[in-house]
């Protein structure tokens, strides 16, 4: 045989070769595609118990969302527990306009001069405050101090330091006895009588009502 053949014959059996195992492989790749799936039991060779739904205690009761077992935060508007006076209260309205310059009176009633981790940071105290005024022509702010504040029974009464003879004085009640966070924030809470005397004497007054707000950023 000559070696010409004898080589035509070698690269026919090598591609009949190649062929071969190349079906082989195909063959193999469907049989797993639609080979059914072993269970889990016989991978792990042990039976695998499917997981179970966690029991509560047989005393430990359910509880409904749907049980109104909550208390409005609006029921402590007339508790009397709840009153915290602290706060800026705005004038809301005057019946002498004389007094357009007075905007607002802040109350204080805690501790905050010191650092917070002091353990008298919140405590309370003798309520104290000043008096806000703005010119309405010039804008120009002011404050006078309050000298003598009381809150009893529900009414609060007030005098300020004099400066240049001028002083002034407040009498009135608190129209809301109870948590005043919950309130519309145009809900009047406090209304009485503010008093103006120079060098002594009484020499103007009005009717006015007050709002309530508070500034809550962080003091320290």
């Given amino acids: 045989m000559s070696s010409r053949k004898l080589l035509e014959m070698s690269v026919v059996f090598a591609f009949a070769l190649l062929l071969g195992v190349g079906w082989v492989g195909v063959f193999r790749f469907f049989a797993n595609v639609f080979e059914t799936p072993r269970p889990i039991s016989e991978i792990y060779g042990r039976q695998i118990e499917p997981p179970t739904a966690p029991t509560l205690p047989p005393d430990l009761p359910a509880v409904s969302m749907d049980d109104k077992i909550f208390t409005p935060p609006q029921v402590d508007e007339n508790n009397s527990e709840a009153f915290d006076p602290e706060g800026i209260y705005t004038v809301k309205g005057f019946t002498n306009p004389g007094f ?29 405050g000043f008096v806000l005024f703005t010119n309405p022509k010039s804008g120009v702010e002011s404050t006078l101090d309050i000298e003598a504040l009381r809150i009893s029974d529900g009414g609060l009464t007030f005098e300020t330091d004099p400066r240049d003879g001028v002083r002034y004085s407040f009498a009135g009640e608190f129209l809301v006895r109870g948590n005043f966070y919950t309130l519309d924030p145009d809900t009047k809470v406090l209304r009485g009588t503010l008093a103006k005397f120079k060098d002594g004497k009484r020499v103007a007054e009005t009717e006015v009502s007050f709002t309530w707000s508070i500034d809550l950023t962080c003091v320290c």
């Fill in 100 to 128: 357009s310059d007075v905007e607002s009176i802040l109350i204080s009633n805690k501790k905050l001069d010191v650092d917070c981790d002091d353990a008298e940071f919140g405590k309370l105290v003798e309520p104290s």
